[in-house]
């Protein structure tokens, strides 16, 4: 069955002569009377200002005199089924264009920043790149005959992604209940002991999801396609998202 589509803009006008606001303030009062949205205004065709609004021609009229009264020509209006995102969507707009007329930058209201983690990599990046550089060669072929061959079935499956995690939780859904787990530094798995669900596996160790989830359903399990991992704030994935 192919999920029903939904949009956010549902009308837009675009490019419009501040006069027109001025001289027909009726007309456009009937378009955008009682609706929310975004609007944006221009000085020159440069982008001055933009911002949000749940009544829209009370904002622009408010324009007109206020300390942006003399500083744009056009205008813009987009309006929107609900307002539920309007705060983001300014807020991303002003991060990206950074209007002249606009005092305060765009805040998102939960987003993690990724630049820290980013930088980080670079750094651990760099660091390999000149130990690499700078290792005699046979030292360089003794350290690599040593990683290429792990002890079989000892290292724990998730060993190679914690690295790349600023927290590792992971949580599946089973049989109405909810378990949460921790991915430790070593990539091994353990349940989180202030959950009622997980006293039964108090103590326990698994080197696998897949081992992981066996242990809570009694049965075979492909622990990539149960256990989920917070991508991003809120943003809860499947494991499997990992591998690719």
């Known amino acids: 069955m192919k999920t029903k589509m939904t949009h956010l803009v549902c009308q837009h006008l675009e490019n419009i002569s501040r006069e027109a606001l001025e001289k027909y303030p009726e007309i456009l009062r009937s378009y955008v009377r009682q609706r929310h949205g975004i609007y944006a205004l221009y000085n020159k065709n440069r982008l001055y200002y933009v911002g949000l609004a749940r009544n829209l021609r009370s904002r622009l009229s408010h324009h007109l005199r206020d300390r942006h009264a003399e500083t744009w020509d056009r205008f ?91 927290r590792f939780h992971i949580r599946m859904n089973y049989m109405g209940k909810r378990y949460i787990a921790h991915v430790r530094r070593d990539g091994t798995i353990t349940f989180a002991a202030d959950r009622a669900e997980a006293k039964r596996f108090r103590g326990k160790i698994f080197t696998s999801p897949s081992l992981a989830a066996e242990e809570v359903r009694k049965r075979n399990s492909n622990g990539w396609l149960w256990w989920r991992y917070e991508r991003a704030p809120g943003d809860w994935v499947l494991l499997d998202e990992l591998r690719k």
């Open 76 to 166: 813009s209006v987009y309006l929107t089924i609900g307002d539920q995102h309007l705060h983001e969507i300014e807020s991303l707009l002003l991060r990206i264009a950074s209007p002249k007329g606009n005092r305060v930058g765009g805040r998102f209201i939960r987003s993690e920043n990724l630049k820290p983690s980013f930088s980080r990599q670079i750094k651990e990046a760099q660091r390999k790149e000149w130990k690499v550089i700078m290792e005699p060669v046979e030292r360089k072929k003794t350290i690599e005959s040593q990683v290429s061959a792990p002890e079989k079935g000892r290292t724990p499956v998730l060993a190679k992604y914690i690295k790349k995690m600023k």
